[in-house]
């Protein structure tokens, strides 16, 4: 009989515009979606399980933007729930990302 390959776990998201994606080997996690923010230019670095959303610098119109979000994160030890919190500047929108395993 031959060795049955294993498939990725299927996870949900909120805000639903997320998508948590396993990689192959099961050792990293990739996070996509999109984000208001309240001027283009936005950008997102991930440090520590925070996601820090950081304003571009000097004049910049005030428009609402949607930025995409595109990290990749480290497999936690209990990856059936993860949680994501956001570090922004302007006070609206989610501060959470959560995923779980879709059973």
């Known amino acids: 009989m031959a060795p049955v390959q294993a498939q990725a ?3 949900l998201c909120d805000p639903a515009v997320f998508t948590l994606t396993p990689s192959d080997d099961g050792a990293t996690m990739r996070l ?3 984000i208001e923010t309240p001027t283009p230019g936005y950008s997102a670095k991930l440090e520590g399980g925070v996601l820090k959303l950081t304003a571009p610098e000097g004049m910049v119109v005030q428009v ?3 930025m995409m979000v595109d990290v990749t994160l480290p497999t ?3 990856s059936g729930a ?3 919190k956001l570090e922004k500047t302007f006070n ?3 501060d959470v990302i959560r995923c779980h395993i879709v059973t």
């Open 76 to 78: 936690p030890a209990d």
């Open 9 to 11: 776990a299927d996870y």
């Open 82 to 84: 993860v949680e994501i």
């Open 32 to 34: 996509q979606g999109m």
């Open 92 to 94: 609206w929108g989610t």
């Open 64 to 66: 609402v933007d949607q």
